[in-house]
């Protein structure tokens, strides 16, 4: 079936450094690949996508490149700020099952000034 | 209001009493959506609704959970006979359409606390 895995445990970090956020996933068809983040109070809301093999999604300073080769969409942003502390869930939508969006279980994210 | 709007924001119930979580989805969106968030887990998909077609119930964990949409808007997610396993953030959101590259829109989520 489809499936998403992210890293395992929160992520700390200072300000400025360099955030990376590992996805990989399992799919039966030709996914489409999604970021979505849930800032702390709100809603998950779309960060970034990619549709096809070796897209970039960007958005916000942060970018993931579509790896069909690593079956992979790793999150990256060079240098975080306090207001990207949040939730992060990585998704996929996958046509053989349905369109439907399946999720990562979130990695949480907390900048430290 | 412009986003999808969930009622309440919060329930705490007694094992085994039943529980009626509302979702009302953005205006002009034709497929809505049911996830649950439980603690340290990812979202569960739990049931979507696509115009006048049939549901997709295959994320409903058991008969104890139940969906409808009138009128092709407002969505009630009911919860019978509530176990303490069933506490969690329920999620709704909805999209224009349902497709492989479409935007969900989430709610905010209802925080059921089952005790």
Redesign the interface.
């Known amino acids: 079936g489809n499936s998403v895995t992210q890293m395992e445990g929160p992520v700390t970090l200072s300000e400025e450094a360099f955030l990376t956020i590992n996805c990989t996933y399992t799919a039966t068809g030709y996914p489409s690949l999604f970021w979505y983040v849930q800032y702390p109070g709100e809603g998950l809301q779309l960060l970034l996508k990619a549709t096809k093999a070796d897209d970039k999604g960007s958005n916000k300073g942060f970018e993931a490149t579509y790896r069909k080769e690593t079956t992979s969409f790793h999150l990256e942003k060079g240098s975080v700020q306090v207001s990207d502390s949040a939730v992060y869930f990585c998704a996929l939508s996958d046509p053989g099952g349905n369109n439907r969006l399946a999720f990562g279980k979130g990695n949480q994210v907390v900048v430290i000034p | 209001g412009a ?2 709007s969930q009622s309440p924001s919060n329930k705490v119930t007694e094992k085994g009493k039943d529980v009626e979580l509302r979702c009302d989805p953005i205006s002009g969106h034709t497929a809505l ?1 049911w ?1 649950r968030q439980s603690l ?4 569960e ?1 739990l049931i ?1 609704f696509q115009g006048n077609s049939a549901p ?1 119930k295959s ?1 409903l964990p058991s008969d104890r959970f139940s969906a409808e949409r009138t009128g092709g808007s407002v969505s009630t997610l009911t919860i019978q006979r509530t176990q303490q396993e069933d506490s969690a953030v329920y ?1 709704c ?1 909805s999209s224009l359409a ?12 209802t925080q059921l606390s089952v005790l």
């Open positions: 986003g999808v959506y996830y340290g887990q990812g979202l998909f979507y997709d994320g999620l959101a349902h497709g492989r590259n479409e935007k969900l829109f989430f709610g905010s989520g």
